[in-house]
């Protein structure tokens, strides 16, 4: 199981680092989560096409981790010859969301179709809405191509955006939890137990607290520090703790503090990468 740091941006554009992505690979899956500014971009890099996406899971609904959806929706269907729905997964709201970013890539689907006699069909997918009720996680998918790969999907608490999902991914010899943004909570702890590795968005509160500007201050209640990274996954009992997400975005050469403050509470290996940094279970 490879999982590919796409993008470990934020919400404020950055030259180095793209919005919030992460590809997992296994089993011949690629499973795209999240799908922030710049990320067809970074799977190009990364060695892939939209075509080449089997699902996108979505964490929740905030623009940063959906940006360049509409970009990933297009260019499957433009350079696919034949029908190839895409999967996407996501909170209660998703499907809603989608509706509107159709509305919204109206008229380009009209002006290509009008273009391309041989693209007879409209961009195609399969959307899942995942509705949970309390905190245990649920299976999702098991996937066509490898019945061993099996996606499930826990609550996170990320108030008050809601709902909020984390997302598991089990392929028989190796499992990744992603976390997406949120508090520490029962429901992502549950979700995290046993896995061996756990990616987690991370802001730094001791830096963003010395800022007298609310806006920034106000995210401070719905995100996890790395510290709290760390002690979610010191509580499941992961062998690997990969951090993501930076806010602020770090200075080159201090993604060793952020490692630091995670291993002052998290006894496992400690990961910070830059985009497409790639770790391998």
């Not at 500007?213 to 995100?223: F, K, T």
Request: glycine share 10%; hydrophobic share 40%; net charge negative.
């Amino acid at each position: 199981m490879d999982i590919t740091l796409l993008g470990t941006g934020g919400p404020l554009p950055d030259a180095h680092r793209a919005g919030p992505a992460t590809l997992v690979r296994t089993g011949g899956v690629n499973l795209l989560v999240d799908a922030g500014r710049g990320v067809l971009m970074r799977l190009a890099a990364a060695g892939l096409g939209a075509a080449q996406v089997d699902a996108v899971l979505l964490t929740h609904l905030h623009s940063d981790h959906i940006t360049d959806l509409g970009d990933l929706v297009t260019t499957r269907w433009i350079t696919s010859f034949a029908p190839s729905p895409l999967r996407v997964f996501g909170p209660v709201g998703t499907e809603r969301h989608l509706e509107h970013l159709m509305d919204s890539l109206a008229d380009d689907v009209s002006f290509r179709m009008a273009h391309h006699p041989d693209l007879a069909w409209n961009p195609p997918m399969v959307v899942t809405e995942v509705d949970l009720v309390g905190p245990e996680p649920t299976e999702v998918w098991r996937t066509e191509t490898d019945p061993a790969v099996v996606v499930s999907a826990g609550p996170t608490d990320h108030r008050p955006v809601h709902p909020s999902i984390g997302w598991r991914v089990d392929d028989g010899s190796a499992s990744v939890v992603l976390a997406g943004d949120t508090v520490p909570c029962e429901g992502l702890d549950r979700l995290t137990s046993g896995a061996d590795a756990l990616v987690h968005t991370v802001i730094r509160k001791d830096l963003i607290e010395q800022v007298p500007v609310q806006r920034l201050l106000d995210i401070l209640d719905y995100h996890s520090s790395p510290q709290e990274a760390g002690e979610t996954a010191q509580r499941a009992g992961v062998g690997t703790l990969i951090l993501t997400h930076f806010v602020p975005a770090p200075a080159p050469g201090d993604l060793d503090q952020w490692t630091a403050l995670a291993a002052s509470t998290f006894g496992g290996t400690v990961v910070a990468g830059d985009d497409l940094h790639t770790v391998t279970l």
